[in-house]
């Protein structure tokens, strides 16, 4: 959402001017210091086909469903020309994050965040688990996040394996604010932090909600407080569950150490027990050398002979059982070093849990301290707004295309106070209609198409829409209750006349340029024909006056 905006005429001179002619340029109301705000721009005109939810959450689960349940192998899934996910895995490399890499291709039709947001969403259901509630939550994130480090490939350079970075280009990586550069030009990076386990941890919360992240979804109007707090509620269960974690490690890391002490125990009995059989075998070794030593000076000695040879017999058994003893020892000695690996990662499992849950408990108080500071700013601001006096007026959003949105503008101080998501107002036309404002809007690209829309003022979004495609140079002409366009009718252009609701009164049997003047002369009106000579039509019927 843009943020306050200064005009650049009188609030007196705004208030005399009829509400189709209030127009405000971008560029006159654009703050200076909002190059950093991360505002999407989205198609919010009519369409050609709706893709119903269900279709578009579709997308996603398509995506998610070949990763669930083998999250620890890496894979891609979808379709390269559309929709397509890399989950870049690598167990092996202990240095930097994991991720899943989506990817918009050329042919994709995605031209709202928010439905952006729901392929995302449905995705991590898919393939993680997550809640909906939950997987909505990390898709607002992710979205921000990957606009905030568009293209800024250094910054994933630093933080993620190079099983993720192979995958990445300096050009596509992030997530443009434009959707007009989302297809083929989009790598959404989505960090993973615990995908062994995974479970509400799998995607790393920290790392999507940093100081930058947040920085930029504080620029909102309405700050994305929900979503923050959304958020936090994630952190503080992350925070639960990791302690839980970390109590149960901590019981495990306990009986490991009693297992330890035991081995321990053990070691030191063969340890006194080898020590033993050495001291016994070492004099074993000495009676036989003094025995062999008499023999060999009393060669003819039978009984020094046969003494020599019992000794060296027993010294060889006191060696047998020294080198049994040893061997016994070496392994109990593994063994102990064995367990006390898994005392020590036991005792390290617990640390790591205790300190990830302390460090999402830290997390979610700073950011439950932020959000109370912004709720009260948004809640001055609404009081501020409601008692401002204002009108609405129009600004032009798209130089080169003549495009503009619906704004409310104080007129005391000239601040716009909200802004339409629907910037594809054209021919920077727009009129009172009831309770509502009538302009053409829509652009005819991609599934979008030009339709007669109804603005709502409380909204300020689409309320309703033509049936019919309005040609997209078209005037917008009111006369009294009556509104006057040109539309498509078959292989042609026509007249139109719609009432304040949209509800289509009449149409021209003579075909008109989609561009036409369209002037009302008292009970007739003048409009340039198809075959580019002035037409006379009755206002009554829409006929031509000539009755050709």
């Known amino acids: 959402m843009k943020g306050q905006k200064s005009l650049v005429w009188l609030a007196a001179a705004l208030l005399a001017l009829p509400l189709s002619a209030l127009e405000v340029d971008e560029a006159e109301l654009k703050n200076t210091g909002g190059n950093d705000s991360i505002v999407f721009v989205n198609y919010t005109g009519p369409h050609a086909r709706i893709d119903s939810l269900a279709s578009i959450k579709r997308l996603g689960a ?203 125990q053990k070691t030191e009995e063969l340890r006194k027990e080898a020590e033993a059989a050495k001291e016994a075998a070492d004099e074993a070794q000495k009676e036989a050398d003094e025995a062999q030593k008499a023999a060999d000076e009393n060669p003819d000695d039978r009984q020094a002979q046969q003494e020599a040879a019992e000794k060296q017999e027993a010294a060889a058994e006191k060696q047998e059982e020294l080198e049994q003893k040893q061997e016994e020892l070496e392994r109990q000695e593994a063994a102990e070093e064995e367990q006390r690996q898994r005392a020590e990662e036991a005792q390290q499992e617990a640390a790591g849990q205790q300190e990830f849950a302390d460090r999402k408990n830290a997390e979610a108080q700073d950011e439950r301290r932020n959000i109370a500071g912004d709720q009260q700013a948004v809640i001055r601001q609404e009081i501020e707004n409601a008692a401002a006096p204002a009108t609405y007026a129009i600004e032009l959003t798209d130089e080169s295309s003549m495009l503009s949105g619906m704004i409310k503008v104080n007129t005391k101080t000239g601040a716009v106070i909200k802004s339409s998501p629907v910037t594809y107002i054209r021919n920077r036309t727009m009129f009172q209609a009831g309770g509502s404002y009538i302009a053409i809007a829509g652009e005819n690209s991609g599934n979008g198409a030009v339709k007669l829309v109804l603005l709502s003022p409380d909204t300020m979004e689409i309320a309703a829409e033509s049936a019919e495609t309005v040609a997209e140079n078209s005037v917008l002409v009111q006369d009294g209750g009556d509104f006057y366009c040109v539309i498509q009718n078959g292989g042609s252009w026509v007249l139109a006349k719609y009432d304040q609701t949209l509800a289509l009164k009449l149409t021209s049997p003579v075909p008109v340029k989609s561009g036409t003047p369209v002037t009302i002369a008292g009970s007739q009106i003048v409009v340039t024909g198809a075959d580019g000579t002035v037409h006379l039509l009755n206002k009554s019927d829409l006929k031509d006056v000539s009755g050709s």
């Open 62 to 264: 398509d995506l998610g469903a070949p990763v669930a349940g083998n999250a620890a192998q890496p894979r891609t899934a979808g379709t390269s020309d559309r929709y397509s996910v890399i989950h870049a895995v690598d167990p092996a490399e202990t240095t930097g994050l994991d991720a899943d890499i989506i990817v918009i291709g050329s042919g994709a039709t995605v031209d709202h965040v928010d439905n952006l947001r729901h392929i995302i969403a449905a995705y991590l259901t898919a393939a993680y688990g997550y809640s909906e509630r939950d997987a909505s939550t990390l898709a607002v994130f992710a979205t921000v996040y990957n606009a905030v480090y568009r293209g800024n490939l250094g910054y994933f350079q630093g933080k993620y394996k190079q099983a993720v970075l192979s995958h990445l280009d300096a050009q596509n990586c992030g997530l443009a604010l434009n959707y007009k550069e989302w297809p083929g030009r989009t790598q959404i990076v989505i960090p993973l932090y615990d995908v062994a386990r995974g479970g509400i941890s799998t995607v790393d919360t920290s790392v999507i909600s940093d100081t930058q992240v947040v920085k930029r979804m504080q620029d909102d109007e309405d700050k994305n407080i929900e979503s923050r707090k959304d958020m936090v509620d994630l952190k503080e269960r992350e925070a639960e569950e990791a302690s839980e974690r970390a109590q149960e490690a901590q019981k495990t890391a306990v009986e490991e150490q009693s297992k330890l002490d035991e081995e321990k």
